[in-house]
């Protein structure tokens, strides 16, 4: 059974970091590409970036590059999003998800299985 739990949101100060985690259980990094999304109130739900072992390339957001970092612990079976230099614009809930193969789209067609989501507040 395919499962993917996201952990590690929480309030946080503009300029401020968190580490967020995907718990990947059922299948293994290798085999497909990992996206992280975010989902804002009244927004719709956005790429922030997408991962790909077997690919060996990363691909990021305009908005977030050079200030998200997507890592992985293939030991355990877990993928991090490390976000720096955090914006108020970067509150949303973010998502982990795991791609129908191991091409990077970042698009959420692409994607068939999704976690139950973070809650990430950036604000003073």
């Known amino acids: 059974q395919v499962q993917l739990v996201e952990s590690g949101g929480g309030l946080v100060q503009p300029g401020g970091s968190l580490r967020l985690s995907c718990a990947a259980s059922?299948?293994?990094?290798?085999?497909?590409?990992i996206g992280w999304f975010r989902q804002a109130p009244g927004k719709e739900r956005e790429g922030v970036g997408c991962?790909?072992?077997?690919?060996?390339?990363?691909r990021y957001a305009q908005s977030v590059k050079g200030r998200f970092t997507i890592s992985r612990d293939n030991a355990k079976n877990t993928v991090y999003l490390q976000m720096n230099s955090l914006k108020p614009e970067d509150t949303a809930i973010y998502y982990c998800?795991?791609?129908?193969?191991?091409?990077?789209?970042?698009?959420?067609?692409?994607?068939?299985?999704w976690g139950q989501g973070t809650q990430v507040t950036v604000s003073s």
């Open positions: 059922g299948f293994t990094l290798d085999s497909y590409a």
């Open positions: 998800a795991r791609a129908r193969s191991r091409d990077i789209i970042l698009l959420p067609w692409a994607f068939d299985y």
């Open positions: 991962f790909s072992s077997s690919r060996s390339s990363t």
